[in-house]
């Protein structure tokens, strides 16, 4: 499943920011005295006894305020709030418990999701202060203090956290279910192509960009293979993100492509590769994900000979680390070519489980090394002993050297591109993975 999501809550000035700098291990909040300072959710990846989780700061809950920006950041958290698996509530202990606490705690409770209370800037080790039982009066249980500013108790509150995360295989689909994430810009189909695959509007379409909100699960079966479309909401540059409901749409994408087993990567046939469409390929890429470049929109491109080559080959030069994924020309509106996408995810997602025997894949590396010589670098050649096959999904190799260093990318890639050659493994990307012989 996808990384378990944490945001942190409460008014503004309680410390959440410290906190989440804290933890993130770098400083990515803004931290001030003044209240409202963090005005937008800000995210980092974090990971403790061994699970990664994704972590959101929030600005301040006023619940009552007019001021516009305190009203957009209230919006702001009930957004992490409803996408949360579990929901940090951080009060002041300096402060006492106010009516803007009791509010909030109001909200946190119609949730019915995990709520860790938390009580900041406690600053000395022992017993806390007398001050802070007030704050069983939210009606929320048992809370923990801690001092984010001087990192007391964190430990404790990240074990609590824990305590709390979904199971690592609660959303988890039988092995031989194909799990499709479906990635792009807003607007750029992903919905409608969804809805033409199933037959029927199972999922709202709009030209507003960003209609899709959070990841959509959907069961389909085609003949006796059975797939999980996950239709994501549209990924767009941070710069480019006005709604304030849209930021952490972003995660729940970014989360869709790390459940995935295959990447339908979208693009506009009109507005073509994109920097941001870069970006979203390059994730699935390094998440190892199988992908397949879908160019949809195709009915509105004016045509004559060669327009679909010249197209393809203008996709491979700007995603020029995915040459390996197929290009799928549709027009998701008419259903032109949509037939053809089971096959190429199927196709792909197998080409990502293959598996290659020590002997055949020692064979074929022997022979790309005696057409082109290994490198060397002052007078010292690169000698590739054996290779052997680590893993699937990504295929993953481990190669046997007597010095990594001498390992040049050109040749790797070299190396890569004979096995494709020899193995296929088209729709999906390889992990190589050096290890020097022990020296005598």
């Not at 931290?31 to 409202?36: F, I, K, L, M, N």
């Not at 900041?120 to 001050?131: A, E, I, Q």
């Not at 689909?173 to 189909?189: L, M, R």
């Not at 199972?202 to 990841?215: E, K, L, Q």
Request: aromatic letters at 8%.
């Amino acid at each position: 499943m996808g990384k378990p999501v944490v945001a942190i809550v409460g008014r503004p000035n309680v410390g959440k920011s410290t906190f989440f700098n804290y933890i993130s291990g770098r400083r990515i909040s803004i931290v001030e005295d003044t209240p409202g300072v963090t005005r937008d959710r800000i995210y980092s990846e974090v990971e403790w006894r061994g699970r990664k989780f994704t972590i959101i700061d929030t600005g301040g809950i006023e619940p009552y305020a007019e001021d516009l920006i305190m009203q957009q950041m209230k919006r702001q958290a009930e957004v992490a709030i409803d996408t949360a698996d579990v929901i940090v509530f951080m009060v002041d202990a300096k402060e006492g418990l106010t009516a803007t606490d009791m509010e909030v705690a109001t909200m946190l409770r119609k949730t019915k999701k995990p709520v860790v209370l938390v009580v900041n800037k406690v600053d000395n080790v022992g017993n806390p202060p007398h001050d802070v039982y007030e704050f069983y009066n939210l009606g929320m249980g048992d809370f923990m203090t801690i001092s984010s500013i001087h990192g007391l108790g964190i430990g404790d509150l990240l074990d609590e956290i824990y305590k709390h995360f979904p199971e690592e295989d609660q959303d988890e689909y039988d092995e031989d279910v194909i799990k499709i994430a479906v990635v792009g810009k807003p607007n750029v189909g992903k919905s409608s192509l969804i809805n033409k695959i199933l037959g029927e509007e199972r999922v709202i379409v709009s030209d507003i960009p960003g209609t899709t909100r959070d990841a959509v699960d959907t069961m389909f079966t085609n003949g006796d293979d059975k797939y999980v479309f996950i239709d994501t909401a549209g990924i767009r540059r941070r710069s480019r993100i006005e709604e304030s409901i849209e930021r952490y749409s972003i995660i729940r994408s970014w989360t869709a492509i790390e459940r995935s087993d295959v990447c339908l990567i979208m693009i506009d046939a009109r507005e073509g590769v994109t920097e941001q469409d870069t970006k979203i390929a390059g994730y699935a890429h390094e998440q190892g994900k199988a992908s397949i470049i879908v160019i949809n929109k195709w009915d509105l491109i004016e045509k004559t000979t060669g327009t679909m080559e010249e197209y393809r080959k203008s996709v491979y030069e700007k995603l020029s680390f995915m040459t390996y994924a197929p290009v799928l020309f549709i027009s998701a509106k008419t259903g032109q070519r949509v037939h053809r996408l089971f096959e190429l995810i199927k196709y792909v997602s197998d080409q990502a489980a293959l598996r290659i025997s020590t002997g055949m894949l020692n064979d074929v590396v022997n022979e790309a090394t005696a057409m082109v010589q290994p490198p060397s670098d002052k007078g010292k050649r690169l000698k590739i002993y054996y290779v052997t096959q680590a893993g699937i999904k990504p295929p993953t190799f481990i190669i046997f050297v007597n010095d990594a260093e001498l390992m040049h990318y050109s040749y790797e890639r070299y190396i890569e591109n004979h096995l494709r050659k020899s193995f296929g493994f088209e729709g999906t990307p390889i992990r190589f993975i050096l290890r020097e012989r022990d020296k005598e």
